[in-house]
């Protein structure tokens, strides 16, 4: 589990496509030398577990993509050079500063604007319409990662404002139109949606078993 609070923003060092799997290393020149073998960690939103490091750097670390984390997110478009959002798994004895992330993506939406404010930006980027009814104003969302409070929501997008502190301690500081993004919706409202649609689908169904 996650908090949607950026560590570090990590290097993309290369993919390396295996059928219909990846190996991605990224260099975490700050959280790599905490990290175990196994151990998980969010690289832009997407829970992955560490298989190793390089020989060559030991600040670059490998991860294993399988085919369902390459359908479900934007990992698989990464190239070298590409900055990536990293937060290393929470501590149960931390803060939960954010909120809670699974690192488990619902979907990918694409930056549709971003208009400069005074002292911070406003981004507004596409929703999926299989994910709109998780999507509330004011409520939380993650993207890339980062866990973000929804300012406004339509039918197929939503809005957020970013201070200056996310814009410069994640890629979405550098985001531009048009770049795709991973988005988490908040576990809360899948869960309220899933309970709630098996009460309507069994007729007479009571909160008590």
């Not at 590409?82 to 798994?89: G, M, Q, S, W």
């Not at 809360?188 to 309507?200: D, G, H, N, P, V």
């Amino acid at each position: 589990m996650f908090t949607g609070i950026v560590e570090e923003l990590g290097e993309v060092v290369s993919l390396e496509r295996r059928g219909d799997s990846a190996v991605l290393s990224v260099r975490a020149s700050k959280v790599a030398a905490e990290l175990v073998h196994g151990a998980s960690i969010a690289v832009n939103g997407v829970c992955l577990t560490v298989i190793g490091w390089s020989q060559d750097n030991p600040v670059d670390v490998g991860f294993d993509v399988m085919a369902e984390t390459l359908d479900r997110s934007d990992i698989g478009a990464l190239r070298p050079g590409d900055r990536v959002n990293l937060e290393r798994a929470v501590r149960v004895d931390s803060r939960l500063d954010g909120h809670i992330v699974q690192g488990h993506v619902d979907g990918t939406g694409t930056l549709l604007s971003r208009t400069p404010g005074d002292g911070w930006d406003s981004l507004r980027f596409s929703l999926p319409k299989s994910l709109s009814r998780f999507v509330a104003e004011k409520g939380s969302i993650a993207v890339d990662g980062v866990s973000l409070t929804v300012s406004a929501v339509g039918g197929e997008w939503f809005e957020v404002g970013l201070i200056p502190e996310t814009l410069r301690a994640t890629n979405l500081g550098v985001k531009v139109p048009g770049e795709a993004v991973n988005l988490e919706t908040d576990v809360l409202a899948k869960y309220t949606e899933r309970l709630l649609s098996q009460r309507q689908a069994t007729p007479g169904a009571s909160d008590v078993p």
